[in-house]
């Protein structure tokens, strides 16, 4: 066993899409930069979570849509070739391997160690490699953590019998179950319903709450709600699972209720925990186990001299990929900045602070129909406080909805904030509504007045008219 260690400007630990951001904008500063990863570079977004089940779920999508194309629908009629999509998927998921993001590492100039790394006290990381060698790094500016997080598995009695699902297995499974019960009613539950009733099992969701998506509007959990019950899928609301067997090869399940079903796999999509429990953070006064709290340049809060930053899933603040990317791009920025003493811009929406983090955060569910949302719900601004006006619109009354699906269901809600003038959260819930988000972003994040949002004219016939119809709605 050897023992080296090496001082670097900056030490990245987590090499997922944020920490590899992260370590490309801070070496991009001119800092010399290392990242430390236990597994796979590219981390739970590139092979277990978003590209692997978008790539389980775009041929479901693609075919739910041409089955309701007038002279398409005959064509699609029959079942998915599993075996192809779950070939796909593989690809998609680079067959969970990650030479091609080595590559771009060793071209953006930062250094890898591949190993767990865990806290060492103020500045410092020791990092175990597989090999048994112990690299103890210093960091002479920053210590960044992008460790992300892992599902949460609530303990059911039983639950070590079962071999149960998370997130992990349902985007990577090579077969398709039979029967698949699964526990959750977010967004992960409902796009791995999604994916494997139409991959060909059997699936019931088991949801404690009484409606799925219940962060986003309502609309958007009853309409998700109704296409996966004519998917075939059985949706059942305030139901828990009391306890879990594993009989025969078959998951015993029993219900709080008193009722029980049979299952060949069950899938606990149940939320996600930070990866902090085993990372040193007691070393410097923290507690494992706990999100890092974080001001909006990304400074782990409580913590002396401002070196440690935490960025992405595991402070918690939008555990989304796109969103902890330009956490990234702004951490690296920042890091950057004080490194070599250059003033930070930390007023609201500068260079330097995650302003849209609190006012923008875009979301899109790939389910049937999508759910696309930016910006406040309804629920959040009146909590907040906001003197808000909500103007619905039936998204199948407007002519490119129309175009892209007969009988095309959908709505649409736009909150217009009365005090600033602008618009404040949009939600649009309906097949093809996943590409109309950004232009939600654009509004919200950049401010634009009502009144001159009236002037920026969406095309005919597109589904984008929803902005029209939004609009005339609010003027009366
Ligand atoms: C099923 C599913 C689908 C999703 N789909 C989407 C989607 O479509 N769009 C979207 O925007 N978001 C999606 N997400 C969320 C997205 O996956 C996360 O927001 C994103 O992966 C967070 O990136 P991260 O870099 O912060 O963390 P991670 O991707 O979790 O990466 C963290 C990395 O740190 C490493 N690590 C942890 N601890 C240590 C340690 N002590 N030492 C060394 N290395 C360590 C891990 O091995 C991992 O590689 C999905 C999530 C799930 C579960």
């Known amino acids: 066993m050897n023992e080296t260690t090496r001082i670097y400007d900056v030490i990245v630990i987590g090499a997922g899409p944020v920490g590899e951001n992260v370590a490309e904008r801070a070496r991009a500063a001119g800092l010399s930069t290392v990242i430390v990863e236990r597994e796979l570079l590219g981390g739970e977004c590139s092979f277990w979570a978003c590209d692997p089940s ?13 089955r309701r194309v007038p002279g398409l629908g005959q064509a699609v009629a029959g079942p998915l070739d599993a075996g192809a999509v779950l070939a796909h998927r593989d690809k998609m998921a680079s067959y969970w391997k990650d030479e091609d993001q080595v590559d771009w590492l060793n071209s953006v100039s930062v250094d890898l160690i591949r190993g767990h790394g865990w806290l060492d006290g103020p500045r410092r990381v020791r990092v175990e490699t597989a090999d048994g060698d112990t690299i103890t790094l210093s960091a002479r500016h920053a210590v960044a953590v992008a460790t992300g997080t892992h599902a949460a598995v609530p303990a059911v009695p039983g639950l070590d019998t079962v071999r149960a699902w ?78 879990l067997a594993r009989e025969n090869g078959e998951v015993q399940i029993a219900l709080a209720d008193g009722g029980h079903l049979v299952a060949d796999e069950i899938l606990f999509a149940t939320g996600r925990a930070p990866n902090t429990w085993d990372l040193g953070v007691e070393t ?54 004080r490194a070599s003493g250059e003033p930070v811009d930390d007023t609201m929406w500068g260079a330097h602070v995650a302003t849209a983090d609190h006012m923008a955060v875009p979301q ?11 910006g406040m719900t309804t629920h959040d601004a009146i909590g907040f406080g906001h003197r808000i006006k909500v103007v619905d619109y039936d998204l199948g009354h407007v002519a490119g909805a129309h175009q892209y699906a007969e009988g095309y269901r959908g709505q649409a809600r736009m909150l217009i904030d009365l005090d600033r003038g602008t618009v404040a959260g949009v939600t649009f819930a309906g097949p093809g509504v996943a590409e109309l988000v950004h232009s939600a972003t654009v509004a919200v994040a950049g401010e634009v007045p009502i009144d001159r949002l009236w002037h920026a004219v ?10 029209l119809r939004l609009l005339e709605t609010h003027r009366g």
Do not use: C
């Open 54 to 66: 978008k790539a389980l779920l775009r041929p479901v999508v693609a075919q739910a849509d041409a």
């Open 166 to 243: 998370t997130s992990r297995e349902a985007t990577s499974a090579d077969k398709v179950p039979g029967r698949l019960a699964i526990v959750g009613g977010g967004v992960v539950a409902v796009e791995m319903a999604t994916a494997w009733q139409a991959l060909g099992s059997e699936v019931t969701m088991l949801v404690l709450e009484d409606g799925l998506l219940r962060r986003m509007e309502p609309f958007a959990g009853r309409l998700v709600t109704d296409g996966l019950r004519e998917a075939g899928v059985d949706v059942r609301f305030k139901t828990s699972v009391a306890s």
């Open 284 to 337: 410097i006064g923290l507690t494992p186990g706990d999100w890092l709290k974080v001001d909006d340049t990304f400074r782990v809060t409580g913590v002396a001299d401002g070196w440690l930053y935490a960025v992405g899933d595991v402070n918690h603040r939008a555990l989304l990929t796109h969103q902890g990317k330009y956490q990234a791009r702004i951490a690296g920025a920042v890091i950057g900045a």
């Open 364 to 374: 899109v569910v790939f389910t049937h129909p999508e759910v696309a949302s930016v």
């Open 458 to 467: 969406p095309a005919f016939p597109t589904i984008s008219e929803i902005w």
